[in-house]
């Protein structure tokens, strides 16, 4: 009986385990293929790890650690991990409520009895949720008065807590810095000891987090990756205090340090079962609509499975971490630039590591033009975008009313297309009148057949390339987010920090607009020099001033 269950065990262990080693091949050339394309030998790189059922299945390095010496990446990288480091704090917070010293319902002048609330009632769970309406310090053009001195969390608060509230409490949800530096001083003031003795004490030395520290520009740290910013040509990353990001952005960590964090956080060795299920509930507002945010964890979608997920974004570093719980995968990226985001490759990569892999021109089906023809149209949407289908040949494209680019969409099934290199996505369905869902990873928004028209597309004038040039320069739309304006013969561009170069087109001297996006860029003329002082992005019917800064 031993002998005939051993060899139904081998068997099952053979059958398994062939399939899987494929896999595991296939994955990993497909993740070498993408994460060589973003991170070039020579340029400012990144480490990745990849985690399945609690075992590493992928971990390496790509690009420079240090430009400056030639220095290759090497998995023990330390890093600024950023925004991640709200996850933390969130725990931190959950830890002290386990112990009873606070409620989630509290009102934060129970421990800052100082703060002006603005006749409105504040709670920890509304800083948790960033929906506490608070404005976020990190929007302010005043951070930069500060921003490279070390100020206590004291300082730091008052520098934003008289500024108007943008909403009321639960009304809307606007991801806030503030909300998590005042969750930091609440930590401090019921624990008795400074934030970062907090973390390093109660959980940093507690799951052996040994590489991972409160950041520190003057402290020697073994493995640091050097922060760089990318215009024209790498430049060192700006400075900034640790005091300022605090506990909304402070910690410095590695990849095999947030893959103990992210074991330590599954199997509850920091906070129960239930304050977990607290931390990755998807909260919603007053009105009852879903924010896509816990505490510290953000909610998304991959190919309809479930994730959560955060990333991150301080002077020279962005991060993006991604945990599947159906899978029990976790994939990790820290990278040394604010050039090279890895937000978008990250997904890519966690849809190839649970075998739902984004679609591929390659793989799409071939439709006749009768079935391509039946999904041309005008739909309107709920938040009142209009979107045109329209047939060119045999290839159907997407464009919004408010947009001047036409994307190719390409079909999986004959009602079911996808975006080049996208995850976005659209699903039709026949009828009078004809409907289509458009999904982005987690945003869905249902569109219906319309008889409204294409609007006449932009006119563009050329300038030359002498009128172009006193453009250049880098426009500050918030910290640590800037336009970098470019020139390239007669062509003049635009790139935001953390995303792709766009070019933009002359309406006339001094406007412009963008074909991939519906965008416009409005530069402002000094009268005495005669070049521009600032800019004005208009985008989704907001106007947001950029003051020129280089």
């Keep these: 009986m031993n002998k005939l269950l051993n060899l139904k065990l081998l068997f099952l262990l053979l059958f398994v385990s062939i399939p899987s080693v494929q896999f595991a091949q296939n994955m990993e050339e497909k993740i070498d293929q993408l ?31 240090n430009l400056e010496l030639n220095t290759d990446m090497i998995p023990e990288n330390v890093f600024e991990i950023g925004s991640i480091t709200k996850q933390f704090t969130a725990v931190g917070i959950l830890m002290l409520l386990e112990e009873g010293k606070l409620s989630l319902d509290d009102e934060i002048t129970k421990f800052i009895p100082d703060y002006p609330t603005q006749e409105t009632t504040i709670t920890i769970h509304h800083l948790l949720t960033h929906t506490s309406g608070i404005k976020s310090y990190t929007s302010l053009e005043s951070l930069r008065d500060y921003a490279r001195k070390d100020i206590s969390p ?61 950041g520190s520009k003057y402290t020697i740290i073994k493995n640091r990756a050097s922060g760089y910013q990318r215009q024209e040509e790498y430049l060192n990353a700006n400075y900034i205090s640790m005091t300022i990001p605090y506990a909304a952005g402070s910690i410095m960590s590695t990849v095999d340090d947030l893959f103990t964090w992210q074991k330590a956080i599954r199997s509850n060795t920091l906070i129960s079962k239930e304050s977990l299920a607290k931390a990755f509930t998807n909260y919603t507002l007053n009105n009852g609509k879903k924010i896509n945010y816990g505490y510290g964890w953000s909610h998304n979608i991959i190919n309809d499975v479930p994730v959560i997920e955060h990333g991150g974004g301080i002077f020279g570093y962005t991060t993006q971490g991604i945990y599947v719980p159906s899978e029990n995968a976790y994939i990790i990226i820290l990278t040394n630039c604010n050039c090279s985001s890895p937000s978008e490759i990250a997904f890519k990569i966690a849809a190839i590591a649970i075998g739902k892999p984004y679609p591929e021109i ?115 739309l918030a910290p640590n987010f800037n336009i970098e304006i470019t020139v390239e013969g007669n062509q003049i561009f635009g790139q935001a920090t953390n995303q792709s ?20 860029i409005t530069f402002e003329i000094d009268a005495t020099t005669k070049i521009p002082s600032s800019l004005t992005l208009e985008q989704g019917g907001q106007k947001t001033k950029a003051l020129k800064i280089k």
Excluded: C
Aim: aromatic content about 14%.
């Design 154 to 214: 004291k300082e730091l608060i008052d520098a934003f807590k008289d500024e108007p509230m943008d909403f009321k409490p639960g009304e809307q949800y606007l991801y806030n810095n503030s909300g998590f530096v005042l969750l930091g001083y609440i930590i401090e003031k019921i624990s008795g000891m400074p934030y970062d003795d907090f973390i390093q004490k109660r959980i940093f030395d507690v799951l052996k987090m040994d590489n991972s520290s409160y």
């Design 362 to 476: 390659s793989k799409t089906v071939k439709l006749t033009k009768k079935q391509l023809q039946k999904w041309v149209g005008a739909y309107e949407f709920e938040d009142g975008a209009v979107r045109f289908i329209t047939l060119k040949g045999n290839q159907l494209s997407s464009q919004r009313a408010d947009g001047n680019t036409a994307f190719k969409i390409f079909p999986i099934t004959e009602n079911h297309f996808f975006f080049e290199d996208s995850f976005a996505q659209y699903v039709f369905t026949d009828g009078t009148p004809k409907k289509v869902v458009f999904k982005n990873n987690i945003d869905v928004s249902k569109g219906v057949e319309t008889d409204k028209k294409m609007p006449e597309a932009k006119k563009e004038i050329q300038l030359s390339e002498k009128v172009l040039k006193k453009y250049i320069g880098t426009y500050e």
């Design 501 to 520: 170069k766009i070019e933009l087109f002359a309406e006339s001297e001094d406007n412009f607009f963008l074909k991939a996006i519906a965008a416009t």
């Design 35 to 65: 994460m060589n394309d973003q991170y070039k030998a020579d340029d400012s790189g990144a480490t990745i790890l990849i985690a399945k059922e609690g075992s590493v299945v992928y971990r390496k390095a790509y690009g420079k650690s």
